[in-house]
Nanobody
Framework: QVQLVESGGALVQPGGSLRLSCAAS????????MRWYRQAPGKEREWVAT????????NYADSVKGRFTISRDKAKNPLYLQMNSLKPEDTAVYYC???????????WGKGTLVTVSS
């Protein structure tokens, strides 16, 4: 059974940093596409960043490029999202997503809340 459990969300001041974690189990972590998404109050869920756990290649939404870093240890988990220079518009529930290459199925965590406010 695939499980994704996010942690690390908190209240942080503008300009601050946070690191989110996603503990994954139930699939081969080293051979999957993993992503972070977020959903702000009253808005649709949006994609934030992607990493191939096989190759390590990453991709970012323009809104977070240069501020956020998605990473993983290839053989281990969790998946991370390092968030720097946080802005109030980064306030959202952040979700971990995984799609193991073997099955092509899609899995979601339940999310962790990040609030950026002074």
């Amino acid at each position: 059974q695939v499980q994704l459990v996010e942690s690390g969300g908190a209240l942080v001041q503008p300009g601050g940093s946070l690191r989110l974690s996603c503990a994954a189990s139930g699939f081969t972590f080293s051979n999957a596409v993993m992503r972070w998404y977020r959903q702000a109050p009253g808005k649709e869920r949006e994609w934030v960043a992607t990493i191939s756990t096989t190759s390590g290649l990453t991709n970012y939404a323009d809104s977070v490029k240069g501020r956020f870093t998605i990473s993983r240890d290839k053989a281990k988990n969790p998946l991370y999202l390092q968030m720097n220079s946080l802005k109030p518009e980064d306030t959202a529930v952040y979700y971990c997503y995984a799609s193991p290459r073997i099955s092509g199925m899609e899995y979601w965590g339940k999310g962790t809340l990040v609030t950026v406010s002074s």
